[in-house]
Every structure is written in C-alpha cells, then in structure tokens.
DNA sequence: GCCGTTTTCGGCCCGACTGTTTTCAGTCG
C-alpha cells in the first residue's frame, strides 16, 4: 500500500508542531510547515516518485535533509525523528495549539508550570484559577481559554458556495457606508480556492473608525472578537470569521495583495522587494521612506518586475517564476465557454425539462448543451435504459428543430460497472454526440482494481468524458482509490476528455490534477453536471477552480465551436 | 531546515491587537 500525500504531510505538520512547542528555531518548524504544504497539494505521489528515485530536492521548500525524511516515511509509513518527538512532548500538548489565544510559548508554559497535558487539564486548571497566576497570563486569558474550550467548535472551513452569499452581503454592507470607496474580500475567497477558512475583507477610507463602527453593526454578526481603529474582527451567525482591514487608497493595492495571499506568495513577494532595497507591506511598497507603489496591486508586480499575477494562481506554484519569464498563462474566462457538456433533466433526476434547460443555457449566451441523464444502473435516478433513451434522443432531435441560438447535444452520462464495462450497449452509444462516463458504486475498490475499471472504461471507443473523475464529496467523502496519473496517460493516448465537475460540492478534478491534466497535454470539459436550469450558473466554481489549475482556453475542450467539437468528439486521430 | 543578482553563512515578513504589562510579549493573520 503506497504511503499517500497527504499521511507524509501529516507527519510532517505533527514534527513542525511538536518542534515548536519544545522551543526549536522557528524559522526550522516554519521549514516543515511549508515541506508539509509542498507535499500535500502535489499532484503526484511523493511515495512513488521516491520510489523511481526521481530528485525530491527540486521541489519547492524541499532540502537535502527533508528529501531524506520524504524516502523514510515513504519506505517506512514512519519517522524515527516524529517517534522520538512523541516520547518527549505529550501528545495531548499539540491540540492545544489549536485554542485560540494559546501559541507555542504558553502552551509549554502550561506544560512546564502546571503540568498540563491535555484539554481536560487545561480546563480543569483554568476552573481552579491555577492559570491566571502564571507570569503572563491573567483572569482575562483565563477566561478566554474557558470559553474557548467549552465552544468546542472545530474551526471548520465552508466550501465557497456556501461562503459566497455572507461575502457578498458583506461588501454590500460595507459599501453602503458613505466613508467606503471600495469593499473587497480577498483571502482565499477571492483566490476562488474550493474552501474557506474565513473571510478576509479589504475596504478602501480614510475614516478607520467610521468604517469599523458600521462594520461591526452588520446585522448576521453574532460577536465582535476585536475591534481597533483600522481592524476588527468578528464570528458571523453562520459561524464563519471575518476581518476587516480598513487602508487609505494609496495603500489599497498593497492591502488587497497582502490579504489575498497565499500567504507563501505574499512572503515571495517580500522576499523579492528586499533583494531590490524595497519594502513591502500592507501600507505600500517603499524605498526608504518614499512610497513606490501601493496604489494598487499591479503596479506592485511591475515595481518587482513581475508581470500582473491572477489571484487564482497566488499560491506559490510557479506562478512568481512565470511572471518573472513572462509566460505566465492565459487564463480560462467564463466568457470562453460556448456550452455545458454534462446536464440532467425530468427525464432522471433532473427538476428541469429539456426545453427549460435548453432555454437557460441559450440565456446564458452558449453555443450548445449536451443532455447527459443517466443509465439504468443507477435506479435510484431513474436511469434510462436503451428504449427511454432513444425516446430522449427523437425528442431532443424534434426540439433541434424548432430551437434557435442553441444545439442540444443528445448524451448520456453511462455508468461504469464493476468490472470497467458500461451500463448501456455500445449499438446505442454510437448514436449519441456525447458519452460521459462515470463511477457511482463501488466506491471503495482497491486502487489497482478500480484504477483497472476506468481504464478498461477509456478503452470503450463511444467514450468521450470520464465525469467526476476521483468521486470525492468536499468535506464529506475522500475520493476513491485511483491512480489519477494512469487515468490521464490513458485518455491522453485515446482522445479521451477528464471533467472538472463545478458543483460546489465536487469540484472534481481538483486544482492541482487540472494542472497535472495540462502538463500531460490532457483535455478537459469544464460542466456543471446541472440538475435544473438554475444550477447551470454553477460554472462559475468550475472555473475558478480550472484557472486555480492553470488551465487555459485552448486546453478546455467545451471553448470550442459546435463543429470544431463535433469532430473533437468523434475522437479523431486519437 | 532552506536558500543564494548581497550570501555556501546568515539571513529568514511584519504590523495590529490583546492582555498584562508600566514598556512589552505573545498571538494572529
């Protein structure tokens, strides 16, 4: 069983954790911290790269020693130096980090002092005033770390979805106040990254206070937890945090480049400014006193000599090197996409007819929409089989008929079975302009059996896109076990097409397989797997995710017109 | 522990806010 990713960054994290609390140089745990994140959003495995004996050290953050600790866990499944770590810092010490209020420094001072090694105990020395008498601590830490405990909330990340209305409502309301030129959030929600932890907001006054005072009467907040002259920061009814910075105009640029982050690229960015006797923060970019630039965030780039960089791609993946080299990508715009290559309607488990969905994806100014309900294997949608599809089929080719502006595409997004065959035969799916397929049962196979099922899958000549291609559910369901880098040599060789699925909830393929996809000169349909005409608009996820991937007009498959996809369908010269 | 148009040694982002302090440390982003 190869180690995964994301186990090797977990170890990685727990020895940067367990580093800091005994007191190591932090520049050295910091060094974990971002080898952990190297790891963890690399799309290939680590495990077999090291195994091939590929040079680790040319991955970002990534040295002589900690290649060496990436084979051993690769090998082992385990670090010596984590173990041996574990033996001297209580492993209960660790979650403590995560209470607000408490850092490194005081969670050792409550170890050293109180002898506290876990939640329990802190909450139960907290209870009997025992931490108030620590030299830095008082009745106010005191209390804070009981409510803390007793929230017992996990801080818990939203998908984007479910972010974007308070974001929204938020800008709303911060612009509805006179002393506000402009309101922003920034922070990974304006990275379009497919979770959010908070809401990072960037407002544009001279009147600091003014803005605060409205800002913290905004009516979803449950509770203000700071609030100064330039910054505050609050919990919203629905549990997500926001904090607001409030920056004069000629610091505008630098703030919203400072709070949409990544943090990694902003501390690059720094780095950069320092090597030419700038200084960047969040007020401007200065030499000496004068301020170069702030103004906004491009003419900050072009003070580094950097071409302007999107902020879907600020996450210190090459980005800052391709705006050196001018080849940063052209990236996908909505406005590319000339139609919607995976749609459901009444016919299954769709809540839209055919003409209704027809109707939105011409509002939406598309070229065409590919009709792609699902097959009878999957019983709970009431799946077509071969008579009810070929019914769909006349429909749609009556519709044709009468319909202007728009083309529906008569598809069918195919199950695949167990054993890699699909659920309709191949005479019917010659027939159709477009054959998705996809896996909705047996999840959980071994990798080398289910990576198999796909495989065999592709070979199927009718077959076009392979939908949702890792099948996870963001924060409910871990994508199943699957080669992905397999999958994409396949379809490569066979004209195949890999989705990137925009359901909020999906998003599947992720950021960094989109990129791996372009890398390996692999296509990709950008749908929205509608269930109703409203979900079309769904597209925007999908998007924001292919631009996260690098991913530009010509490597998406659905920019292109109506006749030039028809024959890229038919899989020519594949 | 990483990294190199200032460096193979000596840097490594930096400012706001809170709470505990009479001048600052710790935390956070």
Redesign the pocket.
């Known amino acids: 069983m190869p180690v995964h990713n994301a186990e090797i960054a977990e170890i990685l994290y727990e020895v940067a954790d367990l580093l800091e609390i005994e007191g190591e ?1 932090p ?2 745990v ?3 911290r ?2 952990a994140r190297t790891v963890e959003n690399h799309p290939r495995s680590l495990a077999e790269m090291a195994g091939e004996g590929e040079d680790l ?1 040319r991955l ?8 060496d600790k990436i084979r051993e866990i690769a090998r082992t499944g385990t670090l010596r ?1 984590a173990e041996e770590l574990r033996e001297r810092v209580p492993p209960g010490l660790r979650g403590l ?1 995560g ?9 050792r001072e409550l170890h050293r002092r109180l002898g506290v090694e876990s939640a329990a105990e802190l909450e139960r020395a907290a209870r009997e005033g025992r931490v ?1 008498r620590l ?8 209390r ?1 770390i009981l409510e803390a405990l007793g929230r017992k909330e996990r801080p818990q990340r939203f998908r984007l979805s479910a972010a974007e209305p308070a974001a929204r409502a938020l800008e709303e309301h911060l612009e509805g106040c006179g002393a506000v030129r402009e309101a922003v959030v920034a ?1 990974s929600f304006r990275r379009r990254k497919e979770t959010v932890g ?1 809401l ?1 907001v960037v407002a544009c006054s001279q009147e600091g206070r003014r803005v605060i005072e409205h800002f913290v009467a905004f009516e979803d907040i449950e509770r203000v ?9 609050v919990v919203l009814k629905n549990g997500l ?1 926001a ?1 607001l910075r409030v920056v004069p105009e000629e610091s505008f640029g630098t703030a919203l480049l400072y ?1 949409t982050g990544a ?1 990694p690229h ?2 690059a960015l ?2 950069m400014a ?4 700038l ?5 401007g970019l200065f030499r000496g006193e004068e301020r170069v630039a702030g103004r906004t965030e491009e003419e900050v780039y072009a003070q580094l000599g950097l071409r302007y960089i999107e902020p879907e791609l600020r996450e210190h993946r090459g980005e800052i090197e391709a705006a050196r080299q001018g080849s940063l990508p052209q990236l996908l715009a909505q406005e590319d996409l000339r139609g919607d290559l995976h749609s459901h309607t009444t016919a299954t488990d769709g809540r839209s007819g055919l003409h209704e969905m027809a109707e939105a994806a011409r509002e939406r100014g598309y070229e065409y929409l590919a009709v792609t309900d699902h097959s009878r294997r999957l019983r709970v949608a009431r799946g077509l089989d071969e008579r009810r599809l070929r019914e769909q089929m006349e429909e749609i080719d009556r519709l044709n008929e009468e319909l202007e502006g728009i083309t529906l595409l008569k598809g069918a997004e195919v199950d695949i079975l167990e054993d890699g065959s699909l659920d309709l035969p191949d005479g019917v799916l010659e027939e159709l302009d477009v054959v998705v397929c996809s896996v909705h049962h047996k999840l959980r196979l071994p990798e080398r059996e289910q990576t198999r099922r796909v495989l065999r899958a592709l070979e199927n000549p009718n077959v076009n896109i392979l939908a949702h291609p890792t099948g996870r559910l963001i924060g409910r369901r871990e994508p199943y076990e699957l080669d992905v880098e397999r999958v994409m040599e396949a379809a490569r060789e066979r004209g195949c097409v890999l989705e990137l699925n925009s359901n909020p909830e999906r998003l599947d393929l992720n950021d960094a397989h989109c990129k791996l996809a372009k890398e390996m000169g692999v296509k990709i349909a950008v749908s929205t797997d509608a269930h109703s005409a409203d979900e079309l608009a769904n597209i925007r996820f999908g998007v924001g995710q292919a631009r996260r991937g690098w991913l530009e007009r010509e490597d998406v498959v659905n920019t292109r017109p109506l006749g030039e996809l028809r024959r890229l369908l038919r899989r020519e010269g594949a």
């Open positions: 140089n520049f050295r910091r060094a974990y971002e080898a050290t970002p953050g990534i040295g002589e020693d900690l290649a130096q980090l209470v607000p209020g408490l850092g490194p420094r005081r969670v108030r030299p830095g601590f008082g009745a106010k830490t005191e804070n922070g908070d990072d937890v700071s609030k100064g002259s330039t910054r505050s920061s945090e904090d709070f943090q902003h501390v720094r780095d320092l090597k030419r006797r200084k960047l923060n969040e007020y």
